[in-house]
């Protein structure tokens, strides 16, 4: 593996990774992943905090049942199901790996505003081997003889958009896993991105080149679109210039600390009440 910028940040950081997996021993499997990638920075535990206190902060934007929504990397449908809950919108969710394809289209049988496709987006038409590494399965970065693969089909994103048959879309998840660089190239290349009113994007920085990339498409992307927030690395929120997003109320510090607080006590009841139901073994 070439030994770049996220590299670099890893190996400094190592006493405080170590200290991390102490301090965070009891997550769950998905928030361990998230720390982990993140090495245990201060930006991952806020992320983890707001969450705690609005489990759909991610997903809060200007859109209603008439939305057009593109969900890129869908996974099990976690993302769809929740903008669907809060919004009634159109989804169309892409999702190509075939460990998590099944379930995907199961969760939305019987929903007929969600579209699911097995397929990926990128920058061209392609069949590209997929490692197989749950939530991080990617069709980049060097190839582990040890994890399993499976190939897969990527779709030209400007083709598939056109297709759609959408003027507008009003929001596009992107988490593909370092196949974010090229999409989003393509869709400035093809004047796409004009049409797209917010992009909600995880940019990974384990893949080559991608603190450069992620620059370049930051700056064009400020040409027509405006910053709502950045969790950098992690995700980030850009709505158009020309339909803005809404100026939300905010909490103080002390709003935030009291809501985390209530939260957590909420929590640790229900947790004491379900131990207190479980039977002794």
Avoid at 34 to 41: D, I, W
Wanted: glycine content about 6%; some cysteine.
């Amino acid at each position: 593996m070439s030994f770049g910028i996220y590299e670099l940040k890893r190996l400094l950081r190592t006493p405080l990774i170590w200290y991390g997996r102490r301090r965070h021993a009891g997550v769950s499997e998905d928030e361990r992943w998230r720390l982990e990638h993140n090495a245990y920075r201060r930006v991952g535990r806020e992320v983890m905090a707001n969450n705690a206190a609005d489990p759909h902060f991610f997903h809060r934007a200007d859109l209603d049942a008439s939305s057009v929504v593109i969900d890129v990397g869908a996974f099990r449908g976690i993302v769809a199901k929740d903008l669907f809950e809060l919004y009634g919108c159109r989804i169309y969710a892409f999702e190509p790996s075939p460990q998590f394809y099944p379930d995907l289209e199961q969760r939305f049988t019987d929903n007929p505003k969600v579209t699911t496709l097995p397929y990926g987006l990128g920058a061209t038409d392609a069949t590209m081997s997929m490692q197989l590494l749950g939530l991080g399965s990617t069709v980049f970065g060097e190839a582990d003889p040890e994890v399993p693969t499976a190939d897969v089909e990527i779709r030209d994103v400007a083709d598939v958009l056109d297709e759609l048959g959408h003027a507008e879309i009003d929001y596009m998840k992107i988490n593909i896993e370092g196949a974010e660089y090229d999409l989003l190239e393509r869709l400035m290349a093809t004047g796409w991105h004009h049409h797209v009113r917010y992009f909600l994007i995880q940019f990974h920085e384990w893949y080559g080149n991608a603190h450069l990339r992620r620059w370049r498409i930051r700056r064009r992307l400020r040409t027509t679109h405006e910053q709502v927030w950045n969790y950098p690395w992690i995700y980030e929120l850009w709505c158009a210039k020309d339909r803005p997003h809404p100026e939300a109320p905010k909490f103080t510090k002390e709003e935030m600390a009291q809501i985390r607080r209530e939260l957590k006590a909420q929590r640790e009841a229900d947790e004491a009440m379900v131990a207190g139901e479980r039977p002794l073994t």
